[in-house]
């Protein structure tokens, strides 16, 4: 394995604590990263690496969360199944986007995720109203005894999550950074539920997408800064969950607003 490549594991520490406290799993980080290290790389040897390299993130923060009993499963699973379709079609679509586009699709859809958290920096209060009859209705307890009630559009969060599907494996991020708002605003999800469910889903997802990448052959060339990636991410997770429980939820939001921000301007700032 190349010794410059070593680099790339306090790189994938930083993304794998990062996207793990906002549920984002690291992806959006990661690969406006890889696009401005590899100018010269095609978008779906990037999104495959990238995709890889979140599932190991989501898996391991996956199981921190777990031992928090944060994830709500049944809607994970639900949203999982979901995702596939999308995460397959979306994997092969990348190959057929030229650089510039994809850059520029990316850098937009980053500011237009942030301008939405900064115009709505916090989710409904939980209990705010009866639960609709065309809602589910969640109970849950984590491990350290708080409770959460909501209830939330189940046709919805399905129809969302097959749009997140695709975009998230066409672009590389894991979707979370599209999943978390939705979670949070449109779904009714308390923020915390919504990051670790939130990262549940990725790591199904994004495994579809990256053995979507190996079946297409867009993965080869990626293969050893994935490993050391992923090595980095795996240690990152564990710190971001333990992060997430120190952070105010509100906060966590306006985080991920400003970074989706900055990293947005920079990927457009780059193209012109």
């Not at 596939?84 to 092969?92: E, V």
């Not at 052959?217 to 990636?229: D, E, Q, S, V, Y």
Request: aromatic share 8%.
């Amino acid at each position: 394995m190349p010794l410059e490549y070593l680099w790339l594991i306090p790189l994938g520490f930083v993304v794998g604590a990062c996207g793990t406290v906002i549920g984002a799993g690291g992806g959006f980080l990661l690969a406006p990263i890889l696009l401005l290290l590899y100018p010269m790389e095609m978008p779906e040897a990037i999104t495959s690496i990238s995709l890889a390299v979140v599932f190991f993130n989501a898996l391991s923060g996956s199981i921190a969360y777990a031992r928090m009993k944060r994830i709500e499963y049944r809607s994970g699973l639900i949203f999982s199944a979901a995702t596939i379709p999308g995460s397959i079609l979306g994997a092969l679509t990348t190959a057929y986007v030229p650089r510039r586009l994809f850059d520029s699709i990316f850098g937009l859809l980053l500011i237009a995720v942030s301008i939405f958290l900064v115009i709505e920096p916090k989710g409904r209060k939980e209990g705010e109203r009866p639960c609709p009859p065309n809602h589910r209705a969640c109970t849950l307890t984590e491990a350290d005894g708080t409770v959460h009630r909501f209830s939330y559009n189940q046709v919805l969060g399905v129809t969302v999550s097959l749009a997140v599907g695709y975009v998230s494996s066409l672009l590389g991020i894991g979707g979370g950074i599209i999943h978390v708002p939705v979670l949070v605003h449109l779904l009714n999800f308390p923020v915390h539920i919504a990051t670790a469910t939130s990262h549940f889903v990725l790591a199904n997802m994004a495994l579809t997408g990256t053995l979507t990448h190996v079946a297409t052959g867009a993965f080869k060339h990626g293969i050893h800064r994935t490993i050391l990636l992923s090595v980095g991410v795996l240690l990152g997770a564990q710190l971001g969950a333990w992060l997430s429980s120190k952070i105010h939820g509100r906060w966590i939001i306006r985080v991920l607003a400003i970074a989706l921000g900055a990293v947005g301007v920079r990927l457009l700032v780059m193209v012109l």
